[in-house]
C-alpha cells in the first residue's frame, strides 16, 4: 500500500495531511482555512480538498504562495484572530502550522494572544466531524508560550463536543513539532 493510504508519520506536517485525506469525503463543496499561509505548502495540500480560505500577515509570504497558482483559494493578508470579519459560513476543516515562515523574520511569528483568539473563532466555524489541526513548534519562545496557552484552554473543553488529541514524537530530540488534533463531534 502506499502512502496515500497510510498515516505519514515522517512529521509534523506529513503527519496532519495524511489524517485530512484519510478522512476525505465525498462531500462536494468542502471548505477549509488555512490560518498560517507561509509560502502555501499547507493552502496547495488544502486546496486538493476543497475551497481554501488562507490567511498571512506578511505580504511576502503571500506573493510566494500566489506562485503557485492556486485557483481554488482566497488570499487574505491578515491576522488569523479576524477570521470572523472574513468568513461567514461553516468549515470543513483547518491547519495551523505556527511559528515564521522558513527562511523569513523570525520575529514576524504567530503569537498566543492571537493564535488563541483564532483557535476559538475556528472551533465555532468547524462542522461536526469537521478537524482542526494546529502544528506547535516548542523549541521556540514563542512557540512553547502558544503550547502552554493552547493546551490550558483545548483541555478544559466538553469532551463530548471534541475529540482533542496529541501526537508527540517523544523519542526524536530538540522539541520536535508535534501536531494537536481536535475533532468536532457535535454542536
Ligand atoms: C510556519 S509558517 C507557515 C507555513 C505554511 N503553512 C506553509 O505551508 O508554507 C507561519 C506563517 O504564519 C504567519 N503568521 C504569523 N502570525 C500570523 C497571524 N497573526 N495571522 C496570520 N498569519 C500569521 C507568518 O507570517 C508565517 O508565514
Redesign the pocket.
Known amino acids: 500500500m502506499g502512502k496515500e493510504n497510510n498515516i505519514d508519520f515522517t512529521n509534523a506536517i506529513t503527519l496532519v495531511h495524511s489524517l485530512f485525506k484519510q478522512k476525505k469525503s465525498n462531500i462536494m463543496n468542502q471548505i477549509f482555512l488555512?490560518?498560517?499561509?507561509?509560502?502555501?505548502?499547507?493552502?496547495k495540500f488544502l486546496s486538493s480538498l476543497g475551497y481554501v480560505y488562507s490567511?498571512?500577515?506578511?505580504i511576502n509570504?503571500i506573493k510566494v504562495a500566489k506562485e503557485l497558482k492556486l485557483t481554488n483559494v482566497s488570499y487574505i493578508m491578515d491576522?488569523?484572530?479576524k477570521i470572523g470579519n472574513y468568513i461567514n459560513e461553516n468549515i470543513d476543516g483547518a491547519i495551523f502550522?505556527?511559528?515564521?515562515?522558513?527562511g523569513?523574520d523570525k520575529k514576524?511569528?504567530?503569537?498566543k494572544e492571537?493564535t488563541l483568539l483564532a483557535i476559538k473563532c475556528v472551533l465555532e466555524l468547524l462542522k461536526v466531524r469537521g478537524l482542526l489541526c494546529v502544528i506547535i513548534y516548542p523549541g521556540h519562545e514563542n512557540g512553547k508560550e502558544e503550547e502552554i496557552v493552547l493546551l490550558n484552554y483545548l483541555k478544559e473543553l466538553n469532551q463530548k463536543e471534541f475529540n482533542i488529541v496529541i501526537i508527540n514524537f517523544i523519542n526524536r530530540i530538540n522539541n520536535s513539532p508535534y501536531p494537536i488534533i481536535i475533532e468536532r463531534l457535535k454542536e
Not at 488555512?34 to 493552502?43: A, R
Not at 514576524?108 to 503569537?111: G, L, Q
Open positions: 488555512d490560518g498560517t499561509c507561509g509560502k502555501g505548502n499547507d493552502t490567511f498571512d500577515i506578511q509570504a491576522c488569523h484572530s502550522n505556527l511559528g515564521y515562515l522558513p523569513g514576524i511569528t504567530t503569537k492571537t
